[in-house]
């Protein structure tokens, strides 16, 4: 669904033990918040991982599940769903997940609607 993926270098990927420690919780917890779409993630160049800026002050991006459950319900899978995050949205004039953290859910989301 995506075209454009991003270049691998815009992002910072966390891995498991790296979002462990920024969440400041268990394994078990942060996989929970992976299963349940607070969060998603990616395996690249072998291991997995999710970008670092879907947390934010030692918490998940809030608005991000919601996005994330939208563009998984139009068919995105999460590696589409990250790369679609991170590549420039003309009708937003940026990145998506630029648009989020600058507090943007609303069009993001009404941008991602029409991706069905």
Do not use: C
Request: aromatic letters at 6%; hydrophobic letters at 40%; proline letters at 6%.
């Amino acid at each position: 669904m995506s075209e454009t993926a991003p270049e691998p270098t815009a992002i910072e990927w966390l891995t498991m033990p790296e979002l462990v420690e920024s969440l400041d919780e268990s394994l078990g917890r942060v996989r929970r918040l992976i299963s349940e779409q607070y969060l998603v993630g990616s395996t690249r160049n072998g291991v997995f991982g999710v970008p670092a800026q879907f947390i934010v002050e030692g918490h998940p991006l809030p608005s991000l599940r919601g996005t994330i459950i939208v563009l998984t319900d139009a068919g995105f899978t999460d590696d589409e769903v990250i790369d679609w995050l991170f590549s420039e949205e003309e009708e937003l004039g940026r990145t998506p997940i630029a648009a989020l953290l600058d507090g943007h859910k609303s069009a993001v989301r009404r941008v991602a609607r029409t991706l069905a």
